[in-house]
């Protein structure tokens, strides 16, 4: 949210709607000076409150503008974007799910823009792109790099090794994600049978970017489907430590920028779990056609789109598969 010093009278918004805007920017800003530096329990109060005034703050008018960015490639997605399948039979998100989230996404520091966050399951999920701004607005930090190697499949993980570089105050620095003997310190991220190396690597960034953030700034912005740190065998999570040194590797290219991007790689995920959730034949069936049917809004390319259905046939394949043997 730009900040009130900035915000000037449009010509396209009503004054009494500009206002309303301005004291919601105002507000935001008085909550975020007051959460920094904050005692834990101080900061709980303080966003339990705010979450109450800012219910108050966006009028109906005002959800209705934000909304017109809803689903739209100038804002931010949805998994039941118009025309799709969820869409057809279960309807747009309803105000009060789209205003709540709109509130978690302003109190992490989000745009409503920039498919900084996305509503999926009717739930918040904090994009790839809002981590990569949070890292490029640290004061005194530059040269940003970062590097994905390829996954190692381990059960219902794929596991990463992976480098971030960058400049602190004119000093280098990096944080290492790899395995050196017993201690395994990768990413690891959910996979399935169907999921892309793409998809993967965008989980595998989305979480590089919140490791990097915890490093410099102590912050955990993690969204829920970053926890993915259980390797199968072991019966508690693997604790990843993150290295920080002046002495760097010399300077490599940036890694390809992932053809999905995170919060189409979190959906797809989703998805392949719900359609490998139906109990019947048919539940799968019924499943397979709703996610495959909510591909068609949002605005992926011909190749994607086609690699998401195949991934969401193959899962649904794999089902059918289980189910029948069980019968026998």
């Known amino acids: 949210m730009t900040e009130v010093a900035t915000l000037k009278q449009s010509a396209i918004v009503p004054k009494e709607r500009f206002d309303a805007v301005k004291d919601l920017a105002e507000l935001l800003k008085v909550v975020r000076g007051e959460l920094a530096g904050s005692d834990p329990m101080i900061q709980a109060i303080i966003q339990a409150r705010a979450i109450g005034m800012l219910e108050k703050a966006i009028t109906e008018a005002m959800l209705d503008d934000f909304k017109w960015l809803m689903d739209s490639p ?30 978690v996404a302003l109190l992490a520091g989000c745009q409503l823009t920039g498919n900084e966050f996305n509503i999926i399951s009717g739930q918040f999920y904090c994009t790839k792109e809002r981590k990569e701004r949070m890292i490029k607005e640290f004061s005194e930090i530059s040269n940003f790099r970062i590097e994905i190697g390829q996954p190692t499949r381990q059960g219902s993980l ?81 604790t990843r430590t993150v290295t920080l040194t002046q002495e760097v590797e010399p300077e490599v290219e940036p890694a390809p920028e992932p053809e999905i991007d995170s919060g189409f790689a979190n959906w797809l995920a989703d998805a392949q779990s719900y359609v490998a959730g139906g109990e019947t034949l048919t539940e799968v069936k019924t499943n397979l056609q709703d996610r495959i049917g909510s591909l068609d809004g949002l605005g992926l390319d011909d190749a994607t789109k086609s690699s998401a259905k195949a991934s969401l046939n193959q899962a649904a394949e794999v089902r059918k598969r289980q189910i029948r043997s069980k019968r026998k």
């Open 74 to 103: 100038l804002g931010f997605k949805t998994d039941r974007p118009p025309g799709s399948s969820a869409h057809k039979q279960k309807g747009p998100y309803n105000d009060l799910t789209i205003k709540r989230v709109v509130i």
């Open 158 to 238: 794929a596991l990463f090794e992976a480098k971030a570089t960058w400049k602190h105050r004119g000093l280098d620095q990096q944080l290492v994600c790899h395995q050196e003997g017993d201690v395994d310190n990768r990413i690891a991220v959910k996979c399935y049978e169907t999921s892309g190396i793409d998809q993967l690597k965008g989980l595998a960034e989305s979480k590089l970017y919140s490791a990097v953030i915890k490093a410099i700034s102590g912050v955990n912005i993690e969204a829920e489907t970053d926890y993915a740190d259980v390797i199968e065998g072991e019966s508690t999570p693997t």
